[in-house]
């Protein structure tokens, strides 16, 4: 609705003026202040590199590599799973997800969130789609003191009292619209609650798979270390080794000994991180475990396009949430600089019990109150100047929250990339010391090397085996990030917050161009 300004001669006075306003929007019912129009992504939005080459994911298929080397392609435009999880082929991992989703209480908290963000909008909505009516009754012992003679009665009264504020500027259906976005909000808060829960599930039960394999690689590494370090001695005092090789040795276990601790205590913690996300207390002795040997990795990852990331992130949803609830709050602060209409009405029946009888007698009355604002020192357009800037701030942070989202998918894309590389290198030194250990342990059965040669090279095989664990675990954690980046599929759940529909119908086409 634009809001004109009268020439003088134009109409022939301010009542004039101000019916003729009043009528029109009774008759067209519009609502001040911007139409809320979604926005969407711009075209040159992407996840290309700065050189502008499209990503490639790298194949990793080196023996040692195990599930987590098979290659990965990516489909454009290809849908994600609900439930993107199960493509890892762990029973043990989906059991998990789902004790997570049952127990956390942080999902419990946000789902208590949005019920009362519904309610809210229930008790607003109530109010600006139907009158208050109230229902009012007295009783009084009354005694009149004036007369020669005082007289002492009672009064009864009983009787209903209706109001109504019209929305004649659409400043309540805007409030209302403030108030659906805000549960749109709180439903997609939610839903990012859910998938970072299910993303930090898998993520720490493959970090606490990958710490519990380093930790049983060190542990031999340091046995391999320590025998060595036996024979070396035992040769020293016979006089065939020389000091500086015991020390070198000593040096070597003391090395060893030093990292096991630290593993330790990173596997201790991601099972008490884990146990917390399941909603049980760390000291539970019945956590579930899953083993990296057991995990599969999905061959065939999709690639959300662009257009549609903006319309599958929930923090992206959110945020669009907030910049609408902004928008309407315009339409609230500009319906203010309006007059407000309200009526009223009353009817009561009341009834007076004297000595000589009684008298009854009914009461009723209607009124409409006008409240217009002429000075106010500036307060309402000040107001507005401040829900206008409210937007431009939510409107800001929207394209932040888009510019990160964006940021997120490439990240993962190109360390997705990288790590397979990386893995497909751990993968080749994990199969060259075992193929050095097993052919210097047969050596060794025909007496051509030492025993000590066999230990040196378990020692080597078992710190691979400590290096590759970490990089096979990247690889899981990789694959999880990227269905978390790209949105994590809720859309294809049956409930999702979309199922529905929004609250929110105030929606136009009009550019959020708010002046």
């Excluded at 500036?378 to 107001?383: F, H, K, Q, S, V």
């Excluded at 190109?414 to 893995?423: E, H, K, N, P, S």
Aim: proline share 5%; hydrophobic share 40%; charged share 15%.
């Amino acid at each position: 609705m634009q809001e004109k300004t009268a020439r003088p001669g134009q109409y022939p006075g301010r009542l004039s003026c101000l019916t003729s306003l009043v009528v029109g929007v009774l008759l067209t019912g519009c609502a001040v202040g911007p139409d809320f129009k979604t926005p969407g992504a711009e075209p040159q939005a992407g996840y290309q590199s700065a050189a502008g080459k499209p990503v490639r994911v790298a194949q990793s298929g080196a023996p040692d590599a195990g599930n987590a080397g098979v290659p990965q392609t990516l489909t454009q435009g290809r849908d994600l799973p609900a439930d993107w999880w199960t493509l890892f082929r762990s029973p043990e991992l989906d059991a998990m997800i789902r004790e997570a989703l049952a127990h956390s209480p942080t999902l419990a908290s946000a789902e208590a969130a949005v019920r009362q963000a519904r309610e809210s909008y229930n008790a607003e909505a109530g109010t600006l789609e139907s009158p208050t009516i109230n229902a009012e009754g007295n009783a009084n012992r009354e005694r009149q003191l004036q007369s020669s003679t005082p007289n002492t009665f009672n009064v009864y009264s009983a009787g209903l009292t209706v109001s109504y504020t019209l929305d004649l500027f659409g400043g309540g259906r805007r409030d209302l619209e403030a108030l659906a976005a805000q549960v749109d909000y709180q439903r997609y808060q939610l839903e990012a609650a859910r998938q970072t829960l299910i993303f930090n599930v898998v993520n720490t039960a493959v970090l606490e798979a990958s710490a519990r394999t380093q930790v049983e690689a060190t542990r031999a590494a340091l046995a391999a270390q320590t025998a060595q370090l036996d024979i070396i001695g035992k040769q020293y005092r016979l006089g065939g080794q020389p000091l500086t090789a015991v020390l070198s040795q000593q040096q070597l276990v003391a090395q060893t000994s030093a990292t096991l601790p630290t593993l330790e205590k990173a596997q201790s913690q991601y099972r008490n991180q884990l146990a917390v996300y399941l909603g049980r207390y760390p000291n539970d002795p019945d956590l579930p475990r899953i083993d990296l040997d057991a995990l599969r990795l999905p061959q065939d990852l999709p690639l959300s396009l662009p257009s549609e990331l903006v319309r599958q992130r929930p923090d992206i949803q959110a945020s669009e949430a907030l910049l609408h609830q902004a928008s309407a709050k315009v339409g609230v602060a500009t319906a203010n600089l309006y007059p407000q209409i309200t009526l009223s009405g009353s009817y009561a029946r009341q009834r007076t019990d004297m000595a000589g009888g009684h008298n009854t007698v009914s009461l009723w009355n209607l009124g409409a109150g006008l409240v217009m604002p002429i000075i106010d020192g500036g307060t309402l357009r000040a107001e507005r100047r401040g829900a206008i800037a409210a937007y431009d701030q939510a409107a800001a942070q929207y394209r932040q929250t888009v510019l990160s989202a964006f940021q997120n998918v490439a990240d993962t894309l190109y360390t997705i990339q990288a790590d397979a590389g990386q893995l497909n290198a751990q993968a080749n030194q994990a199969e060259e010391t075992r193929r050095l250990r097993d052919i210097t342990r047969a050596r060794f059965q025909l007496g051509a090397v030492s025993y000590v040669n066999v230990l040196d090279a378990e020692r080597a095989y078992q710190q691979a085996r400590v290096s590759l664990a970490t990089s096979q675990a990247t690889r899981f954690a990789d694959t999880a990030m990227l269905y978390m980046a790209l949105g994590g599929g809720w859309w294809n759940r049956a409930g999702h917050p979309e199922a529905g529909g929004s609250l929110n119908t105030a929606s136009g086409n009009n550019d959020n161009n708010i002046q």
